[in-house]
């Protein structure tokens, strides 16, 4: 399925590099000389030890400095290969952004986590965010009850990604790489789900992760706009109205149609592509997945429910329901009305489950003859399924956050449990749909290895 006016889109096709949002950005040749880019070896950049990502090989590049010494850390991932990324710039030519007044095309900005050859770590890490993202993640942040602003250095943190590193051995002539889109909660930048991103490109799986330009704090494009959320003030302008589920049916139509329209860039070939050569041959585009926390979890479902190239999401705790109480079954969406009919994976924060959260019960409801499952993870929060499980027990020892605003916003479950949780189910799942693979049956019982994950009949 097209239909999202890929093929007028314009993007930044690879010829350079330039470092953006903390990530390698690909540049044309002729922006290399005005952005400041030195030198000529973008063209080399994931190159493969097997020819799979295009010309050149390209001498590896000695990392940058570190991150201070006081930097937070993110959790190392698990799978066999080190992890690449490269971001895209993305203009959608045939759709208005419908939060610039119509004004400008639909612009995103997009990363893919990839699995990288052994060399990797000459490469620069990825920033979690840049540093002008990282002060209005400062300002305006899903913390901000908690943490005050200008107690914590959101730019220092570096993730398991590196910019520009080569895209490791495949199989020859082999599309291998599964793809996995990924949709952030309202309010969070692409990068705060790196934690299970960075985990599943290590274990082989190309991550398209996708910043919804207005929502989160701050998004920076190549030329150095900066885009900043537009959503408090609609919400106060919803909320005068009396608009507020026109204002949720809006956002998630947003989003859904972004995640389509990126679909639709990855299946482009030759000159259009915004997709490096080489990773773009890699890409399994019959084998695509999704996920993602609160809003993106929904986006996830409602995607998968919309376009057949979705062969199976996963939703970690997001209601699917244009309301705003987890028990209220008013204004269904048509995931809710209709259901799925392929695999949909159900992750709660403690007390979240089908029978408790309308939206996902009216899923259950009308998702006949497919697989689906219900695991609620004990002791946990909302934010437990982003990378605040890994960051916020770091942010409580350097400004003294009290035990109570810490399991406030990520429970009791120790941190190191719940990642290891969820690294386990949400790869389980997707090696089962994706790759055909057998899990020993995690998915279909309790397990002693995780006692922290309760399957909801």
């Excluded at 470092?19 to 080399?44: E, F, N, T």
């Excluded at 244009?322 to 009919?341: F, H, K, L, M």
């Excluded at 437990?384 to 956050?401: C, F, H, K, N």
């Excluded at 449990?417 to 020993?440: I, N, P, T």
């Amino acid at each position: 399925m097209r239909g999202s006016g890929g093929r007028r889109a314009r993007r930044l096709v690879v010829a350079g590099a330039l470092v953006v949002a903390g990530v390698l950005v690909a540049v044309p040749a002729g922006v290399r000389k005005a952005a400041g880019v030195a030198g000529a070896d973008g063209a080399a950049m994931m190159a493969g030890a097997d020819g799979v990502a295009g010309p050149g090989g390209g001498a590896p590049r000695v990392p940058a400095d570190g991150p201070p010494a006081d930097a937070m850390t993110l959790p190392a991932p698990t799978g066999r290969y080190r992890v690449g990324t490269v971001a895209l710039h993305l203009t959608h030519r045939s759709r208005t952004d419908p939060w610039a007044g119509g004004q400008t095309h639909r612009e995103l900005m997009v990363s893919i986590r990839y699995p990288a050859r052994a060399g990797a770590g000459w490469y620069p890490p990825a920033p979690q965010l840049s540093v002008r993202e990282a002060a209005a993640f400062d300002a305006r942040n899903n913390f901000s009850e908690q943490v005050p602003p200008g107690k914590v250095q959101w730019a220092a943190t570096r993730t398991s990604a590196h910019a520009g590193a080569p895209l490791a051995a495949g199989r020859p002539s082999r599309r291998w790489l599964p793809v996995v889109l990924y949709s952030p909660g309202v309010g969070d930048p692409r990068s705060f789900g790196s934690t299970l991103c960075d985990e599943l490109a290590s274990r082989g799986y190309a991550v398209v992760t996708i910043d919804h330009t207005y929502e989160a704090p701050a998004v920076e494009f190549p030329d150095g706009r900066l885009a900043r959320s537009v959503l408090a003030t609609e919400l106060s302008k919803a909320q005068k109205s009396g608009r507020v589920t026109e204002l949720l049916k809006k956002v998630s139509g947003v989003r859904v149609a972004d995640a389509r329209f990126v679909l639709d860039e990855l299946a482009e070939r030759g000159a259009a592509s915004p997709v490096p050569a080489g990773l773009r041959r890699a890409l399994d585009l019959h084998a695509v997945g999704m996920f993602g926390q609160s809003a993106g979890g929904f986006t996830a479902a409602q995607t998968m429910h919309d376009d057949r190239r979705i062969k199976a999401a996963v939703n970690l705790d997001g209601v699917m329901g244009y309301t705003q109480r987890d028990d209220d079954p008013a204004n269904p969406s048509t995931v809710g009305r209709e259901g799925v009919d392929r695999p949909l994976l159900l992750m709660g924060m403690a007390g979240n489950t089908h029978h408790t959260v309308a939206s996902w019960g009216a899923v259950w409801r009308h998702s006949t003859g497919t697989w689906l499952r219900d695991l609620t993870l004990r002791g946990s929060r909302h934010a437990s399924y982003t990378d605040a499980e890994a960051l916020v027990p770091q942010i409580a020892r350097r400004v003294g956050l009290p035990r109570t605003k810490v399991t406030a916003l990520i429970g009791t479950v120790a941190p190191a449990r719940a990642v290891a949780a969820q690294r386990a189910y949400v790869s389980a799942f997707f090696d089962r749909w994706l790759r055909g693979r057998d899990d020993g049956g995690l998915l279909d019982r309790p397990s002693g290895r995780f006692p922290e994950v309760q399957f909801v009949r």
